[in-house]
C-alpha cells in the first residue's frame, strides 16, 4: 500500500498557484522527471521555471495554440517564454485534444462527439483535472514527454494553477493509455 497526501483548496483560484508549486517541488524531490504546466500567457510557466530546483525535472509550459483567442493571435507573451527557455523549460504552443476539429463542427451542426463528452466527463473532477491530462498529451503529441513516462501535471481553473495530479503520458492518438496516477492537489469548489 502507498499512501499520499492530497491537498484541498477551498476554492479554485490562482491564489492557489504557490501552494501548487510547493506541491511539485516536494514530488520533483521525490524523483519526478517530468513537470508540465498550463499556462495561457506565461506567468503561471515563468512562477514554476522560476521556483523549480534547476536540473532537476524537465520543465514543459504549455499553452494554447495560435490563433485560439482569434483569428492568428498568439497569446502567450514571447518574453516569458524566453525567460522560460532560458531557465531550461520548453514552452509548447499546441492544439488541445479536447478541443478542436470537434469543437468546429459541434459549433456548426449542434451536436455533442466524443470528444467533447471525454472532456465534460473529466471536469467532473474539476477544470484543472481536464487541462492536466490533456496537457500531458499536448506534450507527448510534441516529443516533449515520452509516452509512458510520468509526468507531474499542473492547470487551474481559469488562471494560475489550483490542480496537481501525476499521470502516464500518453499522446492524443493513444488518449486511452493516459492515466491519472495521482491526484496531489485540487479545489474542493
Sequence with gaps: MISKETVYFEKPGPENS???LTIVKRLVEEGAKNVVVASTRGETGLLFAEGLPAGKAQLVVVAHSAGFAGPGAVEFDPGKSRAI????GKVCQATMPFH????????????????SLIAHTLRIFGQGAKVCCEIVMMAADAG???????????????WGADTVMVIEAAA???FLNLKVLEMAAKPRE
Design 18 to 20: 504557490a501552494d501548487c
Design 85 to 88: 527557455v532560458a531557465r531550461g
Design 100 to 115: 478542436s476539429v470537434e469543437n468546429a463542427v459541434e459549433k456548426k451542426y449542434s451536436g455533442t462527439l466524443p470528444a
Design 144 to 158: 516533449l514527454v515520452p509516452e509512458g513516462e510520468e509526468a507531474v501535471a499542473v492547470a487551474g481553473t481559469h
Design 172 to 174: 492524443s492518438r493513444n
